[in-house]
């Protein structure tokens, strides 16, 4: 896997005319946030800050142009669809939408490996997302060209758990020393599992409030654990609103409780209010992954605080600095 | 809304590198043929048929190269949904086609000023079609980019009534002085009631020929009636046909009949035939917004009057101007 | 049809900018194998090396830009789809994707020809997918622009059978005296008959091995044997397989049985494994249009003589080199 994993686009049919052959990531796959250092994040946070400041500046530029990016979505998302689509087009590159792939197992239908052997002939960077665990690792393990983990199951997101920390990097402009307080489904969320994993690279403090049975699971707090990181778990946000510097907001589903009475009596303790807001710091930022449905009160938008949709943005230039990056040209 | 509202795009975070900021519509959302003076509509016919010009000499060219176009689409329209993609890739823009949006009310999926203000981020300018009323408009509420309507139920799709205009004028050379009439269900068609409202402007006679209980609304007949334009309803097409200037025909659905018998009875008179067209004038030109079902005969395709398929490709020219001038551009 | 008839493109409103147009098979429909002569396909093949040339040194390049290519899919293929559209990318051209059009009889929805007449003026080339045998046929009548016919049901899927048989070129270097054995399903594939057709053009050797209610239909044999081509068929591959130069394997379904023991009886003659592979010449090549299912283990994907995923890149140079050509930039 990854970073230090021989290159694979040598392989390509394609030679690689003008690219930057010794560029860290060139011809890497992005499979999971635990194959990043420290370092890597830096060097990826800092090719993300000239995307932002090229998107700003002149909207979109011809890195990519000639490269072609597949889009092979076998579950809908809308979101992580339009915004690997626009970092791709925001390049100069081109984009094959491929949404309608109806999932079917080897027995009735073309299996993965083979799907991405044959996709690799027309596209130069494949970004998939598969609704099952380990699908990334698996395409990956085939195909010659680069692949991007655009989430997997109950398995890895990278390129959210990097644009969520991104996004705190660039509200805050520093990491070490923050308090990042996460709320909500802790147990299913991939996002919340994902930027903990991330955020232990740094000197910060975890605080978990959740409904007891969806607490953060065990292996994560160990993970973190070992890089003596302090976590703490709650009940309710109001013991730690005021301490916190980020608020990474989830939602609590009902269709998680057994006993509709107990999620009755827990919903309203993780809906964020613009009284919430209240007792926050004037320089805390409030973020969610999107799409939300009621688990932060469209009364917050307005606060500056509310980072939620700014965090899309980040989102989209740190997908134009890993796109940049595995094709060889940042 | 609109035409004299502040200008929204000031507010993005792309500096509008080389973009006319002085421009007329730059910045602007189109949601409603309301927001049109006659002036504006002559400034957007120019912009068009100066698209035409281009896209008859050289086919493409790069007015909107860098520019993105996110093409929201709740419901299916390949027609629509071609339309605008051509016309931003005949400028040389990108579009990210979002085609499988399905509609979720606010208690189960993404309420649609979060989805517009997520996909901002990504885009210059949304395209939106949706199948309630008002859709539109609450969009470009929240929106910091231009929004536009392409269809919100019963309610408005301005770009088909600018086409629909723009058709008339290149084939006729002229508006003020023209008889138009309106064939088939007047009472649903929310393209008649768009053309109807946009004519309104002009010095023309309107006739209405319908079955009764298909007619033109009555707020409909009022709103023309204020600008003192003449209007007439009939039963049969045989009564106006030698008179018309332009034909503008819907279908009549079965499906708007209770009684079947009376479906039956009256289905026929509104059926454009070799025979019609024998009755009308040389110059008369036959119009319609397709698809067409029986409504028109196959064999009135190869009459010079029949004008359909050009109107098609009046359309691609209008939403190039539209997209030019909202991006600051034209 | 085809090859010899009026050139379309004239009658399109587009003035041919720099268009090529006195270049073979330009504004000509790809409609179906038969259309082509021993001299055309020398012509296209050609041009798909200089195409394959051309995507090794420089990934892509800017021959077709400014064109728009409709990809028009009444019923979906991924694989298609997205050859089609990287096809057209790596030429600096953009894609009109039309994916979800339901098909529906003329009574429900908009026929055909209407559907064309439509695109046509927003795209300068055609491609077309439809479960309707003759369709692509039909809407070559109707259109202005080129019509590429990408399958018709049981039809024809010309552009299948040219890289079909430009595989066997490139990977053996010459088609002349080379046997060629088709296994599987030879009564319902597609695939096989318009490949029969195109190699009865060469000096070759043809083996056909399928059960017996699978066989070559009585037409494609009779229609070979007018080029005095041997051929010969088999019900076991162990009786030719060693005298094969070129080896295109397709899948014997389940459902094509009535009587299931007589499918179990005989599936596995039909399955390609290594050990198949040891009786098989140093310098033989598989072939599979895939997807493939069962009917080649994964362990013979390794052997340098499986050339079923490098087919999946010829297929890229010939459809460039087919866009190019009805576009006249080749």
């Known amino acids: 896997m990854a970073l230090h994993t021989p290159r694979k686009i040598n392989s390509s049919p394609y030679l690689p005319f003008g690219d930057k052959q010794d560029a860290p990531f060139y011809g890497k796959d992005i499979l999971s946030v635990k194959q990043f250092s420290r370092a ?74 083979d799907t991405v052997r044959s996709l690799e002939s027309y596209a130069d960077v494949i970004v998939l997302r598969h609704p099952e665990m380990g699908s990334a690792e698996l395409a990956a393990k085939y195909a010659r060209k680069p692949i991007i983990n655009a989430g997997d199951g109950m398995g890895e997101h990278p390129t959210q ?51 007891d049975i969806l607490k953060m699971p065990a292996h994560i707090l160990e993970e973190v654990k070992q890089h003596n990181i302090p976590q703490a778990e709650f009940n309710c946000l109001d013991d730690v609103i005021a301490q916190s510097d980020a608020l990474y907001v989830t939602r609590v589903q009902k269709e998680r409780f057994e006993d509709l009475d107990q999620y009755e009596g827990v919903k309203n303790a993780f809906v964020i209010t613009p009284e919430t807001m209240e007792s926050a710091k004037e320089e805390m930022i409030v973020m969610h992954p999107l799409p939300r449905v009621g688990e932060i009160r469209m009364e917050v938008d307005d606060d500056p605080r509310a980072a939620y949709f700014r965090q899309v943005e980040y989102g989209l230039y740190v997908r134009m600095a890993l796109l940049a990056m595995v094709l060889g040209k940042a």
């Open 40 to 113: 890597d994040i830096d060097y990826i946070f800092g090719v993300a800050r000239e995307m932002e400041e090229m998107v700003r500046r002149i909207g979109s530029f011809d890195l990519l142009k000639g490269k072609i990016l597949a889009n092979l979505f076998y579950e809908s998302s809308t979101r992580t669809f339009s915004s690997f689509t626009s970092a791709m087009e925001r390049l100069g590159g081109s984009v094959i939408p491929i949404n309608e792939v109806r999932y079917s197992s080897v027995s009735k239908g073309e299996s993965l490996p």
């Open 161 to 211: 758990a990097l644009l969520d920390l991104f996004t705190i990097m660039q509200e805050m402009r520093h990491i070490d020393g923050l308090t990042v307080t996460m709320v909500g489904d802790l147990k299913y969320g991939r996002t919340v599992h994902s930027l903990a994993r991330l955020l232990a690279l740094y000197d910060v403090r975890l605080n978990y409030v959740s409904p």
